[in-house]
């Protein structure tokens, strides 16, 4: 392999949060924590972490599915994904917990999709942290590479509390905060902070 082709190889991002810059223009991603469940040649999938959606409960699902609801559900809120088909379910939960079809993302987080996963959280045998997520965000190939190139998204490392924080009103704030940024310092061009 030639030392340019290894100098252009893309940064795959799986396993980080995307941070909306404070120019964003979609309002489904103003303010928004983005997890990235997977990133590759082939395009990105992610969660949104920051939305809840205030309509639906989790007791509402698990009675749509005929799964008896527990003590341990009540406290459990239904977050806004992403705008990516919007009635499929998604879990993502620490690593302690794996079933068929758990997609592994990192040594820290998992994401599973499946009715097993809402039957076991419900029982209070499911993963020790979770976030429960209709929807997802997605990007076709090169698409989100484009968007970092023009600087409408931050990166930063993920980690359980800023991914499963009780008050999500402030995770962006958070993020940015980790990533030591002055929020009167960004700039809208690309390449600059």
Same mark, same amino acid.
């Given at each position: 392999m030639?030392?340019?082709?290894?100098?252009?190889?893309p =940064?795959?991002?799986?396993?980080?949060?995307?941070?909306?810059?404070?120019?964003?223009q979609?309002?489904?991603f =103003?303010?928004?924590v983005?997890y990235?469940?997977?990133?590759?040649?082939?395009?990105?999938?992610?969660l949104?972490v920051?939305?809840? /959606?205030d309509?639906?409960q989790f007791?509402?699902?698990?009675d749509?599915?005929n799964?008896?609801a527990t003590p341990a559900c009540q406290? /459990?809120?239904?977050?806004?994904?992403?705008?990516v =088909?919007t009635?499929?379910?998604?879990?993502?939960?620490?690593?302690?917990?794996e079933?068929?079809g758990?997609?592994?993302? &990192?040594?820290?987080?998992?994401?599973?999709?499946? /009715?097993?996963?809402?039957?076991? /959280?419900a029982?209070?045998?499911?993963?020790?942290r979770?976030?429960?997520a209709l929807?997802y965000?997605g990007?076709?190939?090169?698409?989100?590479?484009?968007?970092?190139?023009?600087?409408?998204?931050?990166?930063?490392?993920?980690? =359980?509390e800023?991914?499963?924080a009780? &008050?999500i009103?402030h995770?962006w704030e958070?993020?940015?905060?980790?990533?030591?940024?002055?929020?009167?310092?960004?700039s809208?061009?690309?390449?600059?902070a």
């Open positions: 030639s030392k340019s082709s290894i100098n252009s190889a =940064e795959f991002l799986a396993g980080q949060v995307l941070i909306a810059m404070p120019q964003m979609d309002p489904r =103003e303010r928004a983005v990235l469940c997977a990133h590759s040649a082939d395009g990105a999938m992610g949104v920051n939305r809840l /959606i309509t639906f007791t509402d699902l698990l749509q599915l799964i008896p406290h /459990i809120r239904v977050h806004f994904g992403g705008p =088909e009635g499929r379910g998604f879990v993502l939960h620490s690593s302690d917990y079933l068929d758990t997609l592994k993302v &990192d040594s820290q987080f998992a994401l599973t999709a499946t /009715i097993d996963v809402l039957k076991d /959280i029982k209070g045998a499911g993963p020790r979770n976030l429960l929807g965000a990007w076709g190939p090169g698409q989100l590479d484009t968007e970092m190139r023009d600087n409408v998204w931050l990166t930063a490392p993920a980690d =359980e800023l991914l499963f009780g &008050d009103a995770t958070k993020a940015l905060a980790r990533l030591h940024i002055d929020l009167s310092l960004l809208s061009d690309a390449g600059h």
